[in-house]
């Protein structure tokens, strides 16, 4: 261990005396600045406080990536380049001490970084919620919405598999789906239709969600908030607020709260409620009955996230704190490819093929997820090339590599101010660097094993 | 005399060195290989028109253009400020001057070859994207796009033979076959219609945008310039870091300065800050239109004397930079 | 494989072939050399420029892989840490972290050998002296001249207290006075039980202080042996005396040609460069007591004397 401590006390010194880490943090304490100083939001206050977290963030984020990628794949190669590696490869040093030091010195860094940018997001959002004017209930929505960390209780939206299938074999037999159709773009097709065809509820017609409370949700106090929040999609405009009745009741059927309201029928809209309703262990239904009938279109959900319950739990701050840790894991994975990658090419190289892992990886997600149209939408699937379906096969295989990395967003989150729990904190970090830096650290010790390390240029 | 013969030598040796290094091969061929598979990823994703497909081409031109200029300005001129290569140089009788504007130029040669690759795969990317339309569902010319897309391949085998059989250099061999191969699937794309048939001459090229890669060319070369004046300083991270801070601020170099309180001010923003949007014309592609060939003078002289600037600011910076 | 001191350096029929990308031969570097290190002697691998010197050197550190034939290291393969841990490597070139200060340097080296902090402190201060960089020990390496980064490079390949320390052209870069400290550093610690591998073009150097040496041109091993027998010139015999005068040389002259039959050649024997260059110096240091380089001391660290 004290080896792979003298080598992290090497990598933290080298790159703590260098132009590069300077550089890149000023680059983050700049962009964190100017984007809250020149962000201007919805023209609300908690518009401006969400936009200042979740650009700095993002903007943080992707210079210390650089910067992440810069060290990382510097580590080895220029060691190599330098000849620097012929002092320390002649030293009793396990190549698996080399590359652990290696990266504990980069990410010790990114981790300060990261507590500096936190620290200093942190300190803005609280700053401009005290010092703009601005009404009460803005501040309300600040507190309640933005700067706190609230549990978020989706409902049970489990879609039956039969069901989809069901789908799909109607959508293949009017023609809609090719049967040449690529299985798994036919499959999420027909699923993103039966999300949509749930997710819209007709005139007169109610529908019922059902919420399974989880046990650890316990309201603090009667009168802390609880909200409803309703994710509505129009799909004309300007329509007038449609009125709405909504029931709560346990899942034996006592009615727990009743709430009528009137609401535009497009965009985000929280609804307070009673935190009596909320019950750790318990199950809920939440039943919407539309009682404007003067509406003749019919009220859509969002097919992803119709409705939330949302508890506040706790403060901003643990909230940010365990964000920030995640964001730290996820950064030092960056380290952790490029030091990988580092050993085997040289410092240019390494950088580029590590962009471009990530770059096809991310790009693989982005091209596969449910959100797009997919080629089980062509009209005449014969003109659809074997070369484009194969791309297709390729991108969903490669799109399976990074899902566990991005399931949980934490600056999301943050932004929205839902609570990260412990538990989903752990269980990502650990995922990150079990998995994916485990993996690119056996890669490393056995790339490093077999590599000549005095070869002439 | 002798100082243009020193310029050329030099300038031939920047050339050489900028090829041999290996990413000067690996982004141009990632540029290229992206480029071709934009109308195949996003077309049948997306579901949009052939505007996305300029905008990612002239994009990743633009992009990779500025991440090439500041690794060749570091590579050849930082680089050798810290092995010392430079006093070897120095040493003997060359004008630090030319020494730079050597450097300055072989870099801006090879970037000039490198955007010759991005604007040919523009178009042909922009061909196998052009048949699209509601009325035939999701077609591309597959075709072309293939073509495109296998060109650095056949390039780097090609070099490898070249490599085995006459120990030629990888990279630079593999750069000059990608310039080759590129011409040729442009002219075999100009034979052939998307369904495969034999049509001579049918280019179906959206010969607009061949302006358009003419002044990201020189938006690059600008680039490269600052680049270049930075290196005589700075290390490459250093350098990378501030160029990609002026493209982000040349981009909004209309917001800033008019959100600039003092006159003075402003004016030496309007002369510092490169105006971007000069050189990049998607939007006006995009709304049918062509770039008219007076834009096209006005930005390159716009250019020459940025870079003119900027290069004489370098000189004197390198000038006073201790070799040693 | 145990270990076993008594064999610090073993090569058997070692080979090395750099190659080309597709794997086909470009310099075959070393050609079936052969090496067999004492224990506690100083040992010196002679050769031309591109003779093969420094690839032997990084084959036994495992820092090459041996295209063929076997190397060990006290009984060890070279890769082996329990191996390292008895090696002291001085590189062509002091291959430093520029940003660190010799005393950072030397710190790092001693957690890598798992010191305590103590004695890493002790250790790192008699270094520090022995060299003579005690006073520019806060200043990052990045800053110092070759010579400077070359004591540097000594005292970390010392920090361990090797028992066998390799040293790859010590003198490169020093000037005289530091390339004598270095000689006579060298004896010192072959006499307090360490086993030095030298490996040097300079001539003198090698002369003066090794016990055997292998020449080595090509790759090839050619010629070895103890300088006594590669240098002694047995049918010729020195003799040193007071100047006996014109006519005393005369007679003597005589009696050799009597004795012999041969003409001898009779001359004044003179100082050699490097003897004058430090006498001129020791003594201007007596008059200038201010220095601003590097002032290494001629006794070495007392713990490489095990004190």
């Known amino acids: 261990m004290n080896r792979v401590i003298a080598i992290s006390i090497l990598t933290f010194r080298a790159a703590w005396r260098s132009r590069a880490v300077h550089s890149a943090l000023a680059l983050v304490c700049a962009a964190v600045f100017a984007f809250a100083l020149t962000a201007r939001g919805d023209g609300t206050l908690p518009g401006l406080a969400k936009l200042i977290i979740e650009y700095s963030f993002k903007a943080a984020f992707w210079i210390l990536a650089m910067f992440a990628l810069w060290a990382g794949c510097g580590a080895v190669s220029e060691d190599i380049r330098r000849r620097h590696i012929q002092l320390l490869a002649v030293k009793p040093l396990r190549c698996s001490e080399l590359w652990l030091g290696r990266w504990l010195g980069i990410s010790t860094i990114i981790a300060i970084a990261i507590a500096i940018c936190g620290i200093l997001v942190g300190v803005l959002a609280t700053v401009a919620g005290n010092t703009y004017a601005c009404p009460k209930s803005e501040t309300d929505v600040l507190n309640d919405h933005v700067l706190t960390a609230r549990w978020r209780i989706l409902p049970d939206e489990h879609i039956p598999h039969h069901e989809v299938a069901q789908c799909l074999s109607s959508l293949k037999a009017d023609g809609t789906i090719s049967e040449r159709a690529l299985p ?101 239904l939440v039943r919407l009955s539309q009682v404007d009938n003067s509406q003749n279109e019919p009220l859509m959900f969002d097919p992803y996230a119709p409705l939330e319950i949302l508890v506040s739990r706790s403060g901003f701050g643990g909230n940010l704190a365990r964000a920030l840790l995640i964001v730290g894991c996820q950064l030092s994975l960056v380290a952790a490819v490029g030091v990988t990658a580092g050993t085997a090419f040289s410092m240019p190289v390494a950088v580029f093929v590590t962009v471009c892992g990530f770059l096809v990886s991310s790009g693989a997600v982005f091209f596969t997820s449910e959100k797009v149209v997919n080629y089980a939408k062509v009209h005449d699937p014969e003109k659809v090339s074997a070369y484009a379906r194969s791309a297709s096969w390729v991108l969903h295989k490669l799109s399976r590599l990074l899902d566990p990395l991005i399931r949980l967003d934490p600056v999301q989150l943050l932004v929205d101010g839902i609570h990260i729990p412990w538990s989903a904190t752990i269980v990502t970090c650990v995922v990150i660097l079990t998995t994916y830096t485990a993996l690119c650290f056996v890669a490393g010790v056995y790339l490093l094993k077999k590599k000549e390390v005095a070869l002439p240029e | 005399m002798l100082l243009c013969r020193q310029f050329f030598a030099l300038t031939h040796l920047t050339i050489m060195e900028s090829l041999r290094q290996p990413l000067s091969f690996l982004l141009s061929a990632a540029a290229i290989v992206v480029t071709g598979l934009a109308p195949l990823l996003l077309m049948h994703s997306l579901g949009e028109d052939g505007k996305l497909i300029r905008d990612t081409a002239l994009a990743i031109h633009f992009m990779a253009g500025l991440l090439l200029s500041t690794h060749l300005a570091a590579a050849c001129l930082a680089e050798e400020r810290r092995r010392g290569t430079i006093a070897a140089v120095l040493s003997k009788p060359v004008p630090p001057a030319v020494f730079f504007l050597a450097k300055f130029s072989g870099i801006a040669a090879v970037l000039i070859c490198f955007s010759f690759c991005a604007t040919i795969a523009g178009l042909i990317s922009e061909r196998a994207a052009e048949h699209f339309s509601t009325e035939y569902g999701f077609v591309t010319d597959w075709r072309a796009g293939l073509l495109l897309t296998a060109t650095p391949a056949a ?85 990378l870091a501030f160029c990609f801070a002026l493209l982000v601020a040349g981009l909004a170099a209309d917001y800033i300065i008019s959100a600039t309180p003092y006159h003075a001010i402003s004016l030496v923003m309007q002369c510092v800050l490169p105006d971007w949007q000069t050189f990049w014309q998607a939007d006006r592609l995009n709304r049918g239109g062509h770039i008219p060939l007076s834009h096209v003078w006005g930005a390159l002289l716009y250019a020459i004397c940025y870079v003119s600037a900027v290069l004489t600011v370098g000189s004197l910076a390198f000038e006073n930079t201790e070799a040693s | 494989m145990g270990e076993s001191l008594d064999k610090p350096v073993t090569a058997r029929g070692l080979v090395k072939i750099f190659t080309d990308f597709w794997n086909r031969p470009k310099v075959r570097a070393v050609d079936g050399l052969d090496l067999e290190m004492r224990p506690c002697e100083i040992f010196g691998l002679l050769g031309p420029n591109g003779s093969g010197k420094s690839t032997t050197i990084k084959i036994l ?123 006579d550093l060298t004896v010192t610690l072959a006499k307090s039980g360490k086993t030095v591998l030298l490996s040097s073009h300079l001539l003198a150097d090698v002369e003066d202080v090794c016990d055997r040496v292998t020449i080595l041109f090509n790759g090839r091993v050619r010629a ?79 713990f490489l004397l095990n004190e």
């Not at chain 2, 191969?181 to 052939?192: D, G, K, P, Q, R």
């Not at chain 3, 190397?71 to 390292?84: E, M, Q, S, Y």
């Open chain 1, 184 to 284: 798994e773009d036919a499959w999420l097709y027909a699923l993103q239709k039966v999300k949509w065809s749930r997710a819209t509820v007709l005139k007169g017609v109610s529908k019922e969600w059902t919420f399974a409370i989880p046990k650890s949700v316990r309201p603090r106090a009667p009168n802390d908030g609880a909200w409803l929040k309703i994710r509505l999609r129009s799909p004309t405009r300007d329509r007038e607020p449609t009125s709405m009745e909504w029931t709560f009741t346990s899942l034996n059927g006592k009615p727990l709260h009743t709430l009528s309201v009137s609401l535009p029928p497009d965009g985000v809209h929280y609804v307070k409620i009673p935190t009596s309703v909320i019950k750790g262990g318990d199950t809920i």
């Open chain 2, 155 to 239: 390039a780097a085998i090609a070099a490898a033979i070249v490599n085995y059989m006459l120990k030629k250099p990888f990279p630079s061999t593999a750069f000059g076959f990608l310039l080759i191969f590129i011409t040729l699937a442009a002219l075999v794309c100009s034979l052939f219609d998307r369904t495969g048939q034999w049509s001579p001459f049918g280019f179906r090229f959206d010969w607009r945008l061949l302006p358009a890669g003419i002044l990201l060319a020189a938006a690059i070369v600008m680039l490269a310039a600052v680049a270049i004046a930075l290196s005589a300083r700075l290390d490459g991270p250093a350098t």
């Open chain 3, 61 to 183: 550190l495992g820092l090459l892989r041996p295209t063929a034939g076997e190397v060990a290291i006290f009984g060890l393969p070279p890769t082996d840490v329990r191996a390292k841990r008895l090696v002291g490597y001085l590189p062509e070139e002091s291959y430093l972290y520029p940003y660190l200060t010799p005393r950072e340097t030397l710190d790092m080296m001693g957690r890598i050998f798992n010191l305590p902090s103590a004695e890493r402190k002790r250790r790192t201060d008699q270094l520090l002296e022995m060299v003579g960089l005690t006073a520019a020990a806060h200043r990052p390496v990045g800053e110092f001249s070759k010579g400077m980064a070359r004591r540097v490079g000594l005292a970390q390949a010392l920090i361990n207290n090797p028992s066998l320390v390799i040293l790859d052209e010590p003198t490169s870069g020093l000037d005289p006075i530091a390339c004598r400290h270095v000689k």
């Open chain 3, 224 to 302: 070895r042996g103890s300088m006594g027998e590669l240098l002694e010139k047995r049918n010729i015999v020195r003799f040193a005396a007071p100047d006996p005068g014109t006519e005393g040389v005369a007679k003597i002259a005589a009696l050799v040609r009597e004795i012999s039959g041969k003409e001898p050649e009779v001359d004044h024997p003179s100082m050699d460069l490097e003897e004058f260059f430090l006498e001129v110096i020791s003594e201007a240091s007596r008059q200038d007591e201010t220095l601003s380089g590097a002032a290494p001391t001629c006794t070495p660290a007392p």
